[in-house]
């Protein structure tokens, strides 16, 4: 999935597409029952909180500085900057938004960007075809689609087609099995989890021999932040839909990584006292108080989890904005890694 | 690495190359400090039992009857037998012995067996190319190199010469990352792992929705294992040895499969009650009243545990001899698959 910052990391739909509907629909039920009485989407500034709140929005702004200065030196060093396709199918305005974002943020790094828009009723042909054309373009260091893709179209085959070393969603298997395997390196690691572990280092929160829940295990969030905690030599419990007793699992974690697809689904007595949240989810619900009608709410009743947790990641401003930036430190990496720029 | 049955599956100095020294100590002066009043290697029929003994030489002999049974069927049907080759680099006594097991278990089974054995000084180049001659050969369906190589010889590379199609091992990353992700199929699955699922379901243990851990998170075993679990949709806890309450985290688990590469690890009260518990671990351990000189045993205190468990592996003849029949299973899927045999 083109990586982003926003809601399209966290819908259920299609961050968990094999899930199967009664566990969702239990989770589910449970967050409808208690959302009558739940204060939902509250940002860190409306209450006071005994949590540390991770500004993710500091922290990527500091990280996307670090890398637009990287690519000033690079420019000036070897006369080139990285580059980034995005292959974008329909008028979705979801996916206009992000693709909008994306290239906002690429020209602020100075990484050049190309969108390759097509109809929603185009023939996969013409899409491999444009990756291919932008695998085999030595000016493209980065190849995104952003997803959902249309019906019709065959999404694993249309990945299958991305040049594994343009990969920097790092969706690809084989990048995924090298996420896993101990001695082994990914050459990109998904923008998402790769965040949610900068958003711990850069708190200074430890990892090592910590207990860590990932909630939600979905390919795109869960697995590969279950695989990366596992690197940083956390003890991991997956949940998903059919675990039994999430509540209880997650009371005994040190760390939370939340991607449940589900609003509001972690409750403060979900948490032990001082448990670090990192929260991934994100969906908008009407408030006409807001200027755009909606605000922004996660999988954590942040209220409360922010009265228990020792540290915890805003929505919006917590994960959201480090995807994006993830995504600018992948391409550069990856700009880097072909012109042999230190 | 060369699947086998015995303690190659489980010597913690392959199985968890990078694991940290001071933790697999800590685990290790465990082991010892309890060792003088543990009864080691006592296996299922020496003492009365609460648990259900899941009987692995039983089951896998089940296996390999079908096994031979579809061989014989594909014979007739297409005039061909499934083939594997094995190569096996110096003369290691417990490679020599697993290797020779895995030849009769194909002769058994009617697969075509070819061993090819290099000197333990020979060169990178020859071992890949002999890798490269059956890669190619039609007549081959896997290929398996024996492991540990000597220290000379590149493991990775070497490894990753071999055809996606003939690793019947499944150690491949693509294999791995395929075998993690939601919705993607691995052409194989680690034999060890797969063994130990199937002597779950062939026990008609329930895994959805249960509290699984796996101890120890080797590539070979803990990996895939805790993947393969969560395919079966357990939720998945990975113990290693930097976790800092196992006991506790596994006190927790429904289902416990246990490859650490610590004997007599875990102990009766590491354990639920009614908890299913698959022992992956074999050490040889002196004992002048055996035929050999010494006998074998786990990770698992048996004599304890079967006290506490509802159903458990023995060792020897639990999970040891599934290894073997998933390696015949596996070439017998890649034959299928060369032939569109069904």
Redesign the interface.
Known sequence: MGAGNGPEAHNPIFQ???E?KPGWNHWLLIAAAVVGDVPVGRTANDQPSAALVIDGKLIADEIRFRIAEQIRRMKDSVGKVPGLAVILVGDRRDSLTYVRNKVIACEDAGIKSLVTQFPQNCKQDDVIRALSTFNEDPSIHGILVQLPLPQHLNE?KILNALKLEKDVDGF?????????????EPLFIPCTPKGCIELLIRSSVEI??K?AVVIG???IVG?PTS?LL?RH?A??????A????PEQ?TR?ADIVVTASGVPNLVRGNWLKPGAVVIDVGTFPVEDPSCENGYRLIGDVCYEEASKVASAITPVPGGVGPMTIAMLLSNTLDSAKRAYDFT
């Open positions: 968990d597409p094999g199967e694993e690809h298997p084989l990048n995924m099995g090298n996420l896993a395997m101990r001695g082994r090592m021999g207990n295990r979905s390919n697995l695989l596992q030599h003890t991991v419990t997956i949940l998903h059919l675990t039994k007793n699992i005994e």
